[in-house]
Nanobody, 126 residues
Framework: QVQLVDSGGGLVQAGGSLRLSCAAS????????MGWFRQAPGKEREFVAA???????????NYADSVKGRFTVSRDNAKNTVYLQMNNLKPEDTAVYYC????????????????WGQGTQVTVSS
């Protein structure tokens, strides 16, 4: 089992920045992915970014088109924590953000992730 605790959300003005954190505990994976998803009111949960690695210590980062160039995902191996640095935030970024973990370095969509955090609210005012 893996437990995920995500934090760092808040209220920020458009153009501002926030950094989300997701601390993982329990089982560790030699290969896997930790990702961020978000869900706005009345909308489906959508992919934001993911940090993936395999047992050759090759890392990869993927982003949704809507956040490329503004968001950066990173991982601190020693702390088993993944971060989402969000810059130049826009009102349309407002959502509950969830971190997720997968034992696969190439998970397929939401169903590819087995473990989820409780979510953290991000609100961007115009």
């Amino acid at each position: 089992q893996v437990q995920l605790v995500d934090s760092g959300g808040g209220l920020v003005q458009a153009g501002g920045s926030l950094r989300l954190s997701c601390a993982a505990s329990g089982r560790t994976f030699s290969s896997g992915s930790m990702g961020w998803f978000r869900q706005a009111p009345g909308k489906e949960r959508e992919f934001v970014a993911a940090h993936s690695w395999n047992n050759r210590w090759i890392y990869d980062a993927n982003y949704a088109d809507s956040v490329k160039g503004r968001f950066t995902v990173s991982r601190d191996n020693a702390k088993n924590t993944v971060y989402l640095q969000m810059n130049n935030l826009k009102p349309e970024d407002t959502a509950v953000y969830y971190c997720a973990a997968s034992p696969s370095s190439q998970p397929k969509g939401l169903s590819g992730y087995d473990y989820w955090g409780q979510g953290t609210q991000v609100t961007v005012s115009s």
